[in-house]
């Protein structure tokens, strides 16, 4: 957010079409909306409506919203994700028919750590930072998101307006991003492992803000699955997780034909010299004793040789 807030956020601009934005944000909501048996619909006004923007970064703030309605809508509900050219904008709105907001929460619900009361105990272990996160983000780009309900119970509207590629309102854009000339920062596809929760889901928005893709996972087991099906460029694994244990993990990827390629880091609040020893011995690259710098494990991401 800090980032965000003071302009250090380098967007990865490029011309692209709304309805490529629109598909992205519905592949990755789409897994737990048909878990929750909703059904989710798009339209769009105009397909080849077109957007200065960095594609990363609107899809995360797009599938941002169409989670958390899936989140805060019961089973069987509806989420609808609408596309329209307004002037010199375009508008990308999700529906939902969830439990809504009260009329105070509306003008807080952007801020960091804000979560409607009636919506705590559905909020899956979230922090209630995304909403503030894609408001940074929306607002980098020169544009804006609102909120809206009809009250309690009665579902929410969230509206992301962004510039049109083809108006006059990017000379805002631009004004608001500044110099984006400087080296892109190689992306990664990180799998980050942690029974903390709360951890977890921080750590992983850190590293998507430093433009990396990130998948999680709170436990050994499914750790290693991951590992297994992803074969990621970077594996970050506490140590002292249930099935498996870091070390355990880290032994199996490394036994892969493909293992000894990822750079693998040992993530824990172990930090004596011998449990730095077992780390190595398990095939971990480095040793990261709790709690360590985000910005520093992003830099040693981003060194690793492809």
Avoid: C
Avoid at 169 to 186: C, F, I, M
Avoid at 270 to 277: L, M, S, V
Avoid at 283 to 305: N, Q, Y
């Amino acid at each position: 957010m800090a980032r965000i807030t003071q302009r250090k956020l380098v967007l990865k601009n490029e011309t692209v079409t709304a309805v490529s934005m629109m598909e992205a944000a519905l592949e990755a909501a789409r897994p737990l909306a048909d878990a929750k048996r909703h059904t989710l619909t798009s339209t769009i006004d105009n397909p080849a409506a077109q957007l200065m923007a960095d594609p990363v970064r609107v899809a995360q703030v797009l599938s941002n919203l169409l989670n958390n309605a899936s989140k805060y809508t019961d089973p069987g509900g509806r989420i609808a994700l609408d596309v329209r050219a307004q002037g010199d904008w375009l508008e990308f709105a999700v529906t939902d028919s969830g439990i809504g907001l009260e009329p105070g929460a509306i003008a807080t619900v952007f801020a960091m750590f804000a979560q409607e009361h009636s919506a705590i105990d559905r909020s899956e272990g979230g922090l209630g930072i995304g909403l503030a996160l894609a408001k940074g983000l929306v607002e980098l780009h020169g544009g804006m998101i609102t909120a809206a309900s009809e009250g309690a119970g009665r579902g929410s509207r969230f509206v992301v307006r962004l510039p049109s590629a083809t108006t006059a309102a990017n000379s805002r854009w631009e004004e608001l991003v500044g110099d984006a000339s400087q080296a892109a920062v190689p992306s990664r596809l990180v799998l980050l492992a942690d029974d903390n929760r709360d951890s977890a889901d921080v750590m992983a928005e850190l590293l998507r803000m430093a433009g990396h893709v990130v998948h999680t996972s709170n436990d050994g087991l499914q750790a290693a699955a991951l590992a297994l099906r992803l074969q990621p460029d970077v594996l970050v694994l506490d140590i002292g997780m249930p099935g498996l244990n870091g070390y355990e993990v880290a032994r199996r990827v490394r036994a892969q034909p493909w293992g000894a390629r990822p750079l693998m880091i040992a993530a824990t609040g172990w930090g004596q010299d011998d449990d730095r020893q077992k780390a190595l011995a398990a095939g971990f690259d480095m040793h990261l004793t709790k709690p360590f710098d985000p910005a520093h494990l992003s830099e040693l991401i981003v060194r690793r040789k492809d």
